[in-house]
């Protein structure tokens, strides 16, 4: 008699991860000839990285609106009003570093960037889950590159998978002791501070009660901040006020330039204006949002680090979960962010769903699995009218909380699926 295939649990998984692969293939097929029409959103993004750069490389300053817009302009080949608003809120030396590429065409250089951040997103999932032993970590690393949350921001031409690679890395060095490279990678947190500066302490705390490992973490991370701030200083001089000064124009601006930000505050802000709940960043609610958010994830950190303290929560996975579950509570407060920015999600979710997915199962993974993978396509769809990305990260929060805290309750002093 041939063996049912469906019969086995392990090819019931393959069977269902094939048919998850593919269904995400379908959409991103779906999906691509939609958000790449002409003078779209097509390297929108990249289009002011890259015109901030030929500023910078010129001697000019990038934070002047009607310098960037003219060489915005004149990379577009138009004088049309650029898509992208025209807005570089970055670091100076960020824009330094991406000098070279000005080197090249617009549209190669854009491809290049591309090509860069496709493989730093499949190197990052790739690691994480061979550190964790799957045996097939091909299949997380296709599902990862046709996640919307990644074309989206392949499309853009955005940094998170710059980002990932960085929180990957220093997540991986966390687990292998090495407090000095692990606080030392993050500095790269500068790149997009109101994201990944929070992961910073949250990184520094995982190393308690080891002392000397703590000050290593925290001391790599200033070390590198201050080479960075000296690099800018001697590289970009006259900068970092101009850049300073900047920021409190962009997150007044932010209201009527920005839409579908993936944070609660986006949530209100998105709701009826007549309603004044919110300007999305600046506006009382905003900042109280963002003010308990960390005093949750503080508590949460500190709970972690209790219980190392007591000899429990020492595996790597819930090392991986001690930070990146308060950390995904400041992604649902954030007051500025977008959907690109939930890719930084992905650690904790591949810690959820377990060593080739055996752990996915209960309400709360699958849940936040389905959202992740799906909610972002149908908000494009919709052209971000109907704010859905905040439910997608609450819907992870959820699911690492149900995760994280079961033997509190069972007393094993381990966590179900994570030992």
Wanted: proline share 6%.
């Amino acid at each position: 008699m041939t063996p049912d295939p469906v019969a086995n649990p392990q090819r019931r998984r393959n069977l269902a991860a094939s048919g998850f692969v593919g269904l995400l293939l379908g959409a991103a097929v779906f999906a691509l000839p939609h958000f790449i029409p002409e003078g779209g959103s097509w390297a929108a993004d990249f289009r002011v990285f890259y015109s901030a750069a030929v500023v910078i490389a010129h001697g000019g300053n990038p934070y002047h609106q009607a310098t960037i817009v003219a060489v915005e302009q004149h990379v577009r080949r138009s004088q049309a009003a650029p898509v992208a608003g025209s807005n570089y809120a970055y670091l100076p030396v960020v824009a330094w570093v991406l000098i070279p590429l000005t080197l090249l065409p617009f549209w190669l250089a854009w491809t290049c960037f591309t090509v860069l951040a496709v493989t730093l997103t499949g190197c990052s999932v790739y690691a994480l889950t061979r550190h964790f032993g799957w045996g097939h970590p091909a299949v997380a690393v296709t599902t990862v590159e046709l996640l919307w949350v990644s074309l989206w921001g392949y499309l853009l031409g955005q940094f998170d998978a710059l980002l990932l690679a960085a929180l990957t890395a220093a997540l991986l060095s966390r687990l292998h002791g090495r407090g000095l490279v692990a606080g030392a990678v993050l500095a790269t947190a500068w790149v997009k501070p109101q994201l990944l500066l929070p992961a910073v302490p949250l990184l520094v705390l995982s190393f308690w009660p080891d002392r000397r490992a703590t000050l290593r973490c925290a001391a790599g991370f200033l070390m590198t901040s201050v080479v960075l701030l000296v690099a800018d200083t001697v590289v970009t001089p006259g900068l970092l006020r101009p850049w300073w000064h900047y920021l409190h124009q962009f997150a007044a601006a932010v209201p009527q330039t920005q839409f579908g930000l993936a944070g609660l505050s986006g949530l209100t802000a998105d709701m009826p204006r007549s309603w004044g709940l919110t300007d999305a960043v600046t506006s009382g609610l905003a900042v109280g949002l963002a003010t308990a958010g960390v005093l949750v994830a503080a508590v949460l950190a500190v709970r972690f680090a209790v219980d190392r303290c007591r000899g429990r929560g020492g595996s790597g996975r819930e090392i991986v979960l001690s930070v990146m579950l308060p950390f995904s509570v400041w992604l649902l407060v954030t007051p500025y962010s977008h959907l690109n920015d939930l890719l930084l999600l992905l650690p904790l979710l591949l810690v959820l769903v377990g060593v080739d997915c055996v752990d996915l199962r209960g309400a709360a993974v699958w849940m936040a699995m389905v959202a992740f993978s799906l909610f972002p396509y149908i908000e494009s769809f919709v052209g971000f009218r109907v704010d859905i990305l905040p439910i997608v990260v609450l819907f992870a929060v959820v699911a690492g909380w149900t995760t994280a805290f079961p033997w509190r309750r069972s007393g094993s002093g381990t966590v179900p699926g994570l030992s």
